[in-house]
């Protein structure tokens, strides 16, 4: 594909539940991270995947959150039981081999926890 | 951790005029960017820089690396302009993420 493409666009929830969101970065992109906009905010880093590997993961507020990448190309960020507070607007951004390259957004997905 | 802090907030203008929005960092970096964000869309990157100056169509993006301070300048405004721009620098907070501004909301009236 020619950009970073997330799915889903919207995900609505109830307290407690476990929900993935799914990020596919540009094809070829070693680098990919997470961040999280809330509402007025600007994005806050979760973590960052180098091919498979995280290679930085102190943006994670609590071991509710988890994220993988097996196979170096498409990640899953997983939230277990949903709190009220998780509902953000969850972007992903791939960049050719990480540090200072530019990184590139998908539109994100809104998450709602209801 | 870097702080990022922009300024103004919000921003009110009208069409034509030069716009000018400001974002400083509390750290040394390799690299800042300005993003562009409209409502329910997704990020765009305007700029990577980490010296000097860089200039696209009617957008100029200025950074001072001693003074740990960058500009971002739209000359000729137009309400197609109105969106969130976002200050981010690396590297932040986490070592290899961007750390963010809380952006400038800006409307370009006709």
């Known amino acids: 594909g020619a950009g970073v493409s997330q799915t889903p666009s919207n995900k609505v929830t109830e307290k407690g539940k476990y929900v993935e969101l799914r990020c596919d970065p540009i094809?070829?992109?070693?680098?990919l991270y997470w961040y999280r906009q809330s509402l007025g905010q600007g994005p806050e880093f979760l973590i960052y995947?180098?091919?498979?590997?995280?290679?930085?993961d102190s943006g994670l507020p609590n071991d509710r959150f988890f994220a993988v990448r097996p196979e170096g190309s498409v990640s899953t960020l997983k939230i277990q039981r949903t709190e009220r507070g998780d509902s953000a607007v969850y972007l992903c951004?791939?960049?050719?081999?990480?540090?200072?390259?530019?990184?590139?957004f998908g539109p994100g997905t809104r998450l709602t926890v209801l | 951790k870097n702080e990022v802090e922009q300024s103004p907030q919000n921003l009110t203008a009208q069409e034509g005029e030069f716009i000018t929005i400001n974002c400083s960092y509390s750290?040394?970096?390799?690299?800042l960017h300005w993003l562009q964000q409209h409502p329910g869309g997704g990020i765009v990157s305007l700029f990577m820089?980490?010296?000097g100056k860089k200039k696209h169509g009617r957008l100029i993006a200025t950074i001072n690396i001693q003074e740990k301070h960058s500009s971002l300048h739209i000359t000729a405004s137009h309400p197609r302009d109105s969106a969130v721009y976002i200050c981010?620098?690396?590297?932040?907070?986490?070592?290899?993420?961007?750390?963010f501004g809380k952006g400038t909301h800006l409307i370009i009236q006709p």
């Open positions: 951004a791939s960049s050719l081999s990480g540090g200072n390259n530019e990184q590139f």
């Open positions: 094809s070829g992109h070693t680098a």
């Open positions: 995947f180098q091919g498979t590997g995280a290679a930085d």
């Open positions: 750290v040394g970096i390799s690299a």
């Open positions: 820089l980490s010296s």
């Open positions: 981010a620098v690396f590297p932040g907070g986490g070592a290899d993420g961007l750390t």
